[in-house]
């Protein structure tokens, strides 16, 4: 991996390398800091396969300069064709941990940068999680990978959930908001927009909210600051795309079970994240989330 990152710094900053670490190796893609003595860059090296998960290179540059042009994703600074890496400003900020994401003044600011992100403009992918669910299962499914879960009952309250509240592209979602793709430096950014895609407000509000462990009082906090509006429509539609959120995550995890290369336990992942979504639905009444969210879409359109 490291070569392609030597012989494009090589091509694209000839005599101005100074050094190349390891920023991170994720379990997709890894980023390298190339340091060039005025500025230092973050070159992202893209896993193999990247495809079968739903991501689109160009898609994802489109996406990051709009989250750039409102400054809160990194400037794309270059692409390169041959490799498909991407180069960024880097960002010299700190780490946002999951408590601190979910407290004040933190969850304020959240609140307002995810705002700007779902009006910041359009991409040309359509993303519906509903959709993106079932096609990783089918990915995962011609490799001849099951997943560590009940899919079939998981299956079924998803196509509820997607009968109550049906999919609108209404914004530009991030679709990703691990704990790990925040930073702070004089603002809240949010890297990796490898996901981006026109979506439903409230799967990154659901995303968020699963990924980081979000408390019930940060829950609401969230829905106030974001939406005004803290109404049992509301909060049982924020809890079916939790249920939604988890089943993605679970299915991605199954796809990588089937075609990643990385030493990491993709089986427990997928197991955990789709038995949490199963007990999200154990643990409410899922009837009357889908009568209340189903209210709330029909007043919504």
């Known amino acids: 991996m490291t070569d392609v990152v030597d012989e494009l710094a090589a091509r694209l900053w000839p005599g101005r390398v100074r050094s190349i670490e390891i920023l991170a190796h994720g379990i997709t893609n890894s ?93 040309p992918t359509i993303w519906n999680p509903y959709d993106v669910i079932r096609e990783h299962r089918d990915v995962a499914s011609a490799r001849g990978v099951d997943a560590p879960f009940d899919v079939a009952f998981s299956l ?54 699963v990924n980081n462990g979000f408390p019930a009082p940060s829950e609401i906090a969230l829905l106030r600051h974001y939406l005004g509006d803290v109404s049992d429509q509301v909060t049982s539609t924020l809890h079916l795309m939790k249920i939604v959120s988890e089943l993605r995550e679970a299915m991605w995890g199954v796809v990588q079970m089937a075609i990643s290369a990385l030493e990491v336990d993709f089986t427990t992942y997928a197991r955990d994240r789709g038995e949490h979504a199963l007990e999200l639905v154990r643990v409410s009444d899922i009837d009357q989330h889908l009568d209340l969210a189903r209210r709330y879409a029909s007043a919504e359109r």
């Not at 691990?178 to 990154?204: C, T």
């Open 31 to 123: 980023n390298y800091v190339v340091d060039l003595g005025d500025e230092r860059v973050v070159v992202r090296v893209p896993g193999n396969d990247t495809h079968l998960l739903g991501i689109d290179r160009t898609n994802e540059v489109v996406a990051g300069t709009l989250a750039a042009a409102i400054g809160v994703g990194p400037d794309v600074l270059a692409t390169d064709e041959a490799t498909g890496c991407i180069v960024f400003r880097f960002i010299d900020g700190r780490p946002v941990s999951t408590t601190e994401l979910c407290e004040e003044p933190m969850l304020e600011l959240f609140a307002r940068t995810l705002r700007l992100v779902h009006h910041a403009g359009t991409v």
């Open 156 to 209: 079924s309250v998803l196509e509820r959930i997607e009968r109550a509240r049906p999919f609108r592209p209404a914004v530009l979602g991030h679709n990703d908001l691990l704990n790990a793709n925040f930073l702070f430096d004089d603002r809240l950014r949010i890297v990796d927009w490898e996901y981006a895609g026109m979506s439903d407000p409230f799967f990154d509000l659901a995303n968020v909210s």
